[in-house]
């Protein structure tokens, strides 16, 4: 908690991606990134993740014909 990180999104994509979006625990909104390079800056806080026992992060892709994806990262102190 109080550490602030940076997540770098590497995405390879058929066609262009329009925009990133990032979730905590219980699918707290945490931000969105619409320009490459896809980087979100956080801190860490408690209310990051909702009080979950897990600390995830789910990204979520979306290109500019619609499409969208996801994935969820769980986040330990050795990744911080």
């Not at 990180?5 to 625990?25: K, N």
């Not at 707290?28 to 408690?46: A, C, D, N, R, W």
């Amino acid at each position: 908690v109080g550490e602030k990180i940076s997540i770098t999104s590497f995405i390879e994509s058929r066609y262009q991606i329009s925009q990133v979006d990032f979730f905590g625990g219980e699918g707290i909104y945490l931000g969105s990134v619409k320009k490459q390079p896809f980087v979100f800056h956080m801190e860490i806080t408690e209310n990051v993740f909702g009080g979950s026992e897990e600390n995830n992060i789910r990204i979520v892709v979306y290109d500019v014909v619609g499409n969208k994806t996801e994935k969820v990262f769980l986040l330990s102190e050795r990744s911080i």
